[in-house]
């Protein structure tokens, strides 16, 4: 049973645009929620993260939005650019766990110029 | 070298091979994970390591073995592979107590034949 589910599969985005990705879960334990981007050949980076008692976090382009009761939350770039182009992965933990992430299955960002 | 290291960034094996994939984390952190990454799935955990002891273990088949002699390092040993097993092995740290940050290596490209 996948836990955390992430949409859409593929995203393609004219530069300039804004690129938004979507991820549910059902554990309401969950306490810690990051976003990794991937390019290829790399290993995911830590994007972005949000915690559960604040509705939005925004670093620069990127912006978390998180919905508690609607158990939601997505992913914003703003001002897409091809540079942006790479694999998205939603994650969460849970609080009673120090280490153990669930991941969404990615979104292949492709940002047009 | 910065960051997190892995070791052959290719590997190809034959079904009765033995090869071990090696991770070294140059961040000073405490906590070593290996997850193995196919394409369309969530990234899948297999083993968690925390001041040199495994605190987690995902069902993982014997036929893969961890080791972690200190906490910069972390092996992975693998022994009559199927090509099922054929991925992206990713090595990842993290400080306990960050509320999961985790960095990740590049991975290790396996190819089971």
């Known amino acids: 049973q996948q836990q955390v589910k992430q949409s859409p599969q593929s995203l393609i985005v004219q530069k300039g645009g804004i690129s938004i990705i979507n991820c549910a879960y059902e554990?309401?334990?969950?306490?810690?929620f990051p976003w990794y981007q991937q390019f290829p050949g790399k290993g995911p980076a830590l994007l972005i993260a949000?915690?559960?008692?604040?509705s939005e976090k925004k670093e620069g382009r990127f912006t978390i939005s998180f919905n508690k009761s609607a158990k939601q939350f997505s992913l914003h770039i703003m001002d897409s650019q091809p540079g942006d182009s790479a694999t998205y992965f939603c994650?969460?933990?849970?609080?009673?766990?120090?280490?153990?992430?669930?991941f969404g299955k990615g979104t292949l960002l492709t940002v047009n110029p | 070298e910065t960051g997190v290291t892995q070791t052959p960034r290719h590997l190809v094996m034959g079904m009765t091979n033995k090869k071990s994939l090696k991770c070294e984390q140059h961040?000073?952190?405490?906590?070593m994970y290996w997850y193995k990454q196919s394409a369309k799935k969530p990234l899948e955990l297999m083993f968690v390591?925390?001041?040199?002891?495994?605190?987690e273990n995902n069902s993982v088949p014997s036929r893969f073995s961890p080791e972690c002699p200190n906490s910069s390092h972390l092996f992975l040993h693998l022994h009559t592979l199927q090509p099922e097993d054929s991925a992206l092995y990713l090595c990842?740290?993290?400080?306990?107590?960050?509320?999961?940050?985790?960095?990740f290596g590049p991975g290790t490209r396996l190819t089971v034949l």
């Open positions: 554990n309401t334990a969950f306490d810690y």
């Open positions: 390591y925390s001041l040199e002891e495994r605190v």
């Open positions: 994650a969460a933990k849970s609080g009673g766990s120090n280490y153990k992430l669930t």
């Open positions: 949000i915690r559960p008692d604040v």
């Open positions: 990842a740290s993290s400080q306990e107590g960050s509320g999961g940050r985790q960095f």
């Open positions: 961040l000073g952190h405490n906590a």
